[in-house]
């Protein structure tokens, strides 16, 4: 039998195949009153199997508590402050979600016919519109899964459009400061990444796309905001050095959070940009999925949207499959429709105005944020920021401390650490996002807990190196988990009960 610790309410919980006993059902039935059919009268005997091995057996209670308790190991924005920067980990208003369940919503087939699916069509029609809008971009497209998904259906559309014009252009100009995902993008798409180095402003300069900008690039893919928290400033300048020799402008809007109701992408030149839903737009980030990232895109890359295009003629919409020069499907059906849907509800409760607000107090929030710690811990780039701010370890270094034990040392106290090492241009970097959702006062609390870490650091480091202690699990050995992961549940252990 597994042993119990004396962990309090974070009880050790062995896997559910460990679990259980002979017999124990998850059911209580009145004895029947009819002749017991035996089922292999019903069933070909080759189609039926004798017995499941290892298939636990557990009553009801044993089931609930089991999911419980898991649940209460987990961390998530509705159990508190989640600072993950570049993840803008906001809460998730439930009525989203309430939409999103009604009967009309989840239960239609993606097979039902356009006359009959109207109300479903309407809706994804009217958030294309929508974000067309936020973007200042002239068409969407819904179907791409995630960010990254969304970056890669908008440099095949730019691709096609090069085809389209004869040209065969082989570069992809990337900031230092980018998201990851562009570089790995660019790559999968079959380009060569070139690096572009930021500037002592944290932002790209002109003279460097200048310089490097030629016949052979097909794009320059900027995050803006940034990595560092900034606004591309040159943004606008940059586009016109990329147009004048016939680049596209590529914009991972991921960080829309601090843009809405303030900036319209397309009007500085932006010809392409991904949005992720599950960011900006409050619907959920799965472990890895379900998401959404939209890709808007100028006109001129309206012929290679992948199919079908969401359409209207008329007062009817429809699903619009002859594209000749679409770059085809990306998606299932039309994308992760569940997501679409608690998106199309939040930017309607929120109007036009709210999520101006949004925006106003994302970024209001994170320079708060910014200017209390700022005595405390290192920032590389003194400036007001957007959404998001980055520090470093470089105040507490001489006292042995790392990022990784501030960051440990956090989850003793409650609260899910920022983002670490992260972006790759700060090095020991501590990237914190607080979002509009958090209210002055769990913005303060942190803001202390962080202060009460320096010292700790300072006057008695060894309670940051040995953290995190509250938990359930200690430090793990990543190198470990790396290299030999366990992936499979292998051992069986005898059930609770059967000793
Ligand atoms: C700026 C930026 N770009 C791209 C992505 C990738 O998005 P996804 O994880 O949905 O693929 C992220 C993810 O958080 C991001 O922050």
């Known amino acids: 039998m597994a042993k119990i610790q004396d962990t309090g309410l974070i009880q050790d919980e062995p896997l559910i195949f460990e679990q259980g006993g002979k017999g124990r059902r998850g059911y209580s039935l009145p004895r029947w009153d009819v002749e017991e059919v035996k089922v ?47 993840c803008t980990m906001k809460y998730n208003p439930k009525v989203n979600e309430d939409i999103a369940k009604m009967s009309g919503f989840s239960n239609i087939h993606p097979y039902t016919p356009e006359d009959l699916s109207q109300g479903i069509l309407q809706l994804m029609y009217e958030l294309q519109r929508f974000l067309a809008e936020i973007t200042g971009m002239d068409d969407v497209t819904l179907q791409p899964a995630a960010g990254a998904h969304g970056e890669l259906t908008g440099l095949m559309m730019v691709r096609q459009c090069l085809q389209a014009r004869g040209e065969k252009r082989k570069k992809v100009l990337v900031p230092d400061t980018a998201h990851g995902t562009n570089c790995s993008t660019s790559t999968i798409a079959s380009y060569q990444m070139v690096e572009i180095k930021s500037n002592e402003r944290g932002v790209i300069p002109p003279e460097r796309v200048t310089e ?59 010809d392409v940009v991904h949005i992720n839903l599950h ?3 409050s619907t959920p980030h799965g472990g890895g999925g379900p998401g959404a990232g939209p890709v808007a895109i100028k006109k001129e890359l309206a012929p290679y949207l992948p199919t079908p295009v969401i359409g ?8 619009d499959y002859d594209r000749p020069h679409s770059i085809g499907k990306v998606k299932a ?4 429709f569940g997501v679409l849907i608690k998106a199309y509800a939040y930017i309607l409760s929120m109007g036009a105005e709210g999520l101006k607000r949004v925006s106003e107090r994302a970024v209001l929030n994170a320079n708060y944020l910014m200017n209390r ?11 007001p920021c957007m959404h998001e701010c980055v520090f470093t370890d470089r105040f507490q270094e001489k006292h042995h401390v790392s990022t990784l034990d501030i960051a440990k040392r956090l989850i003793d106290y409650g609260f899910h650490p920022p983002t670490i090492y992260f972006p790759l241009v700060v090095k020991g970097a501590l990237m914190m996002e607080p979002t509009e959702t958090e209210s002055k006062g769990n913005i303060d609390r942190f803001v202390e807990t962080m202060i009460e ?37 292998t051992t069986p252990s005898p059930r609770w009960g059967e000793e």
């Not at 490097?212 to 928290?229: Q, R, S, Y």
């Not at 209207?312 to 699903?319: D, S």
């Open 40 to 86: 292999e009268t019903l069933i070909s005997p080759h189609l039926l199997r004798k017995e499941l091995e290892g298939f636990p057996q557990l009553s009801e209670i044993d089931v609930v508590r089991h999911f419980t308790r898991l649940s209460q190991w987990n961390y998530g924005v509705d159990s508190g402050l989640y600072p993950l920067g570049s």
């Open 212 to 270: 490097l900008m030629d016949e052979e690039v097909a794009a320059i893919m900027v995050t803006n905001p940034n990595t560092l928290g900034f606004f591309e400033e040159n943004l606008g300048k940059i586009a016109e050095i990329v147009h004048r020799k016939g680049g596209f402008v590529y914009c991972d809007g991921a960080n829309l959070n601090a843009l809405m109701g303030i900036v319209k992408l397309g009007d500085l030149g932006v």
């Open 279 to 281: 960011k900006t737009f």
């Open 312 to 319: 209207k003629q008329g007062e009817t919409y429809c699903l």
């Open 333 to 336: 059906f039309y994308g992760n």
């Open 373 to 383: 710690l700022k005595a405390h811990f290192y920032l590389p780039y003194d400036r």
């Open 453 to 489: 870490i320096a010292e700790e650091a300072e006057g008695n480091s060894d309670l940051l190196r040995q953290a995190p202690q509250r938990v359930k699990v200690r430090r793990l050995d990543e190198v470990l988990a790396a290299r030999k992961p366990k992936l499979k549940w």
